[in-house]
C-alpha cells in the first residue's frame, strides 16, 4: 500500500496461489471462492487495489491454501568444477526470452472460465467442432488482450498438437459432452461391475482433462481398476471402440 518495491513480487505468489487453487475446483470449498479466485488470478482486480479489498481476499482465501496439493522433491548436492569451454554464438528458437508459459496458461485459464460464454469457447467444452475460424478470432483475442504474443501462441500451437487441444486441456470438457462421446461404445453392452467403474472413471478424467491418450489408461487413476490396462477386464473389439472413441474427441 506504501509502494514498497516487494509488492510485485507478493503480488505475484498470491496470483500463484490462485491460480494453483483454480486447478482444484472438484473441492466445493475451493468452488465456492472460484469468483474472487478467477479475479484474483488476473491482472484487472490489482488495478487501485484497496486495503479492505486485500484483507478481504486474505480472509476468504487463507483457509483454503492448506489444500493445495504438495509435491515432496528430495534435495540433491553436487560438488564439481566448472570448466568453460569454446564460447559460440546460439539462437533460441520458440518462446521469446523472458516468456513466462505458466502465466501465460494462467491468463488464457482466466479468460475461458470467464467467458464462457463465447461461441467457440462452448464449442471446446461441448467437444463441437470448431474451425479454423473461430481459433483465428480466438488467437486475435489474446493478442489484443495482451494475454500473449503471437509467438507464444505459436509455441503453443507446436507444442500441443494445435491451439484448440491446448485450450481444451485448460476448459476440459462439460461431463454431459463427455459422457455423449461414449454413448456408442456404451450402446447395447452390460457392463460388469468394473467395467463400468473404468467407464465412468474414463468419462471423469475427459471432463477434468478434456482429452487423453491412449496410453493414459495404462496409468493411474485407470491401473487401480485394470492394473495391466484396459485388455485385463474389456474383450479386444470393445478397447478398438473405445480408442476410436479417445481419437475422435482429439
Known amino acids: 500500500m506504501n509502494g514498497d518495491p516487494v509488492f510485485t513480487r507478493l503480488r505475484d505468489q498470491v496470483q500463484e496461489i490462485a491460480s494453483t487453487l483454480?486447478?482444484?475446483l472438484t473441492i466445493p470449498a475451493i468452488k465456492a471462492q472460484q469468483i474472487l479466485l478467477d479475479e484474483v488470478a488476473g491482472d484487472d482486480w490489482w488495478q487501485d487495489v484497496t486495503l479492505p479489498l486485500l484483507e478481504t481476499m486474505r480472509r476468504r482465501l487463507r483457509g483454503l491454501v492448506r489444500l493445495i496439493e504438495k509435491t515432496k522433491r528430495g534435495v540433491v548436492y553436487t560438488d564439481f568444477e566448472d570448466e568453460l569451454g569454446e564460447l559460440t554464438a546460439a539462437s533460441l528458437k520458440g518462446m521469446e526470452v523472458g516468456t513466462d508459459l505458466t502465466r501465460f496458461e494462467q491468463k488464457i485459464r482466466i479468460y475461458l472460465n470467464t467467458h464462457q460464454d463465447h461461441l467457440a469457447v462452448q464449442k471446446i467444452r461441448r467437444n463441437k467442432q470448431i474451425t479454423a475460424l473461430d481459433l483465428s478470432e480466438?488467437?486475435?483475442i489474446f493478442v489484443e488482450a495482451g494475454i500473449g504474443t503471437?509467438?507464444?501462441?505459436?509455441y503453443i500451437k507446436d507444442t500441443n498438437g494445435g491451439l484448440g487441444l491446448f485450450l481444451r486441456s485448460l476448459t476440459g470438457l462439460e461431463r454431459e459432452a463427455a459422457a455423449l462421446a461414449f454413448d456408442v461404445f456404451q450402446q447395447g453392452k452390460t457392463f460388469t461391475a468394473n467395467q463400468l467403474?473404468?467407464?465412468?472413471e474414463l468419462i471423469d478424467y475427459l471432463a477434468r482433462n478434456g482429452t487423453i491418450g491412449v496410453d493414459a489408461l495404462y496409468e493411474s487413476p485407470f491401473t487401480a481398476l485394470a492394473p495391466t490396462g484396459p485388455e485385463a477386464i474389456f474383450p479386444e473389439a470393445d478397447i478398438d471402440v473405445m480408442v476410436s472413441v479417445i481419437h475422435s474427441i482429439r
Open 197 to 200: 467403474r473404468f467407464v465412468n
Open 22 to 24: 483454480l486447478d482444484q
Open 138 to 140: 480466438l488467437e486475435a
Open 150 to 154: 503471437a509467438e507464444d501462441i505459436a
